[in-house]
């Protein structure tokens, strides 16, 4: 069954840090782009970060530059978002997806990130 599942989500101070995740299983998640989107209360959906099928490249949305950093691991199919120095501005629903060169794409459920103090 195809399924990307996210994790890691939850409440962290101003200038925290969190570690998200996103395990892929039922397709050739090393085959794949990979991206990071969130959706804030109110707004419209926005890419976070995009990571190449191999990982080599990186692409990031200038918000997050430098405090974002996305990774993946496709020996274990599961991708990464760090988040450090973290804003209340982050607070959104984070979702991961991935997309095959021919176009299909997945999506997972999203975890929730608030920051908050």
């Known amino acids: 069954q195809l399924q990307l599942v996210e994790s890691g989500g939850g409440l962290v101070q101003p200038g925290g840090s969190l570690r998200l995740s996103c395990a892929a299983s039922g397709f050739t998640f090393s085959s794949h782009f990979a991206s990071w989107y969130r959706q804030a209360p109110g707004k419209e959906r926005e890419l976070v970060a995009t990571?190449?099928?191999?990982?080599?490249?990186?692409h990031y949305a200038d918000s997050v530059k430098g405090r974002f950093t996305m990774s993946r691991d496709n020996t274990n199919n599961t991708l990464y978002l760090q988040m450090n120095s973290l804003t209340p501005e982050d607070t959104a629903v984070f979702y991961c997806?991935?997309?095959?060169?021919?176009?299909?794409?997945?999506w997972g459920q999203g975890t929730q990130v608030t920051v908050s103090s």
């Open positions: 997806q991935a997309m095959h060169p021919l176009g299909q794409s997945y």
């Open positions: 990571i190449s099928p191999g990982g080599a490249a990186t």
